[in-house]
């Protein structure tokens, strides 16, 4: 079997075990719904945090692979090995973190607020943002893929702080909720 062959088998392979580790999750989280335990709003608040943790490690980690991917050569190993790190991490961490982080969050938005209040409307509308830095990673993801390199490192390096500046913005309405 060859490398490439070997490489699309894992990455088969593991995005298989992504989706049945999402299927198991929603499963659980539809279960404990209907069951509806008085813990259930803090099990999911604590999915919710563990999924937006998983998000940001994405959002913050794939920017810098892609200041590294700028610089490496085309049709290198190099190259290659950060095509296929970019690509699992965008499909089987971050994408399905990013899912499952909008669904309990507005559930936790309805449910234990009623989505009232300004400061998390605030969050909401940074949250969206946080997406859509989501979606043009993904199509960055695409572009490396097709060894097409339109940005600079040095782009790529200031793409990696939009996360972080909205992430803190985050926290601050949703532990002070100043407004």
């Known amino acids: 079997m060859t490398l490439d062959k070997k490489q699309s088998s894992d990455a088969q392979s593991a995005g298989r075990k992504a989706k049945l580790a999402i299927i198991v999750l929603c499963v659980l989280v539809a279960g404990l719904m209907v069951w509806n335990?008085?813990?259930?709003?803090v099990w999911i608040k604590a999915v919710h945090v563990i999924a937006i943790i998983s998000w940001m490690a994405g959002l913050v980690y794939l920017p810098r692979l892609f200041v590294y991917h700028s610089d490496s050569t085309v049709g290198s190993d190099t190259s290659e090995t950060f095509k296929l790190m970019?690509?699992?991490l965008y499909r089987l961490i971050m994408t399905p973190a990013m899912m499952i982080a909008w669904i309990l969050g507005l559930w936790l938005a309805w449910d234990g607020f009623?989505?009232?209040?300004?400061?998390?409307?605030?969050?909401?509308?940074?949250?969206?943002?946080?997406?859509?830095?989501?979606?043009?990673l993904g199509k960055s993801v695409r572009g490396f893929a097709a060894d097409q390199r339109e940005k600079t490192a040095r782009h790529w390096r200031l793409v990696n702080e939009l996360p972080t500046v909205l992430m803190i913005f985050i926290v601050i309405m949703v532990i002070v909720k100043p407004f």
Do not use: C, D, N, Q
């Not at 335990?37 to 709003?41: A, F, Q, R, V």
């Not at 009623?114 to 043009?136: C, E, P, S």
């Open 37 to 41: 335990p008085p813990e259930l709003y």
């Open 86 to 88: 970019e690509s699992r």
């Open 114 to 136: 009623g989505f009232v209040g300004w400061w998390l409307w605030l969050k909401i509308a940074a949250v969206f943002a946080l997406t859509m830095v989501h979606g043009y």
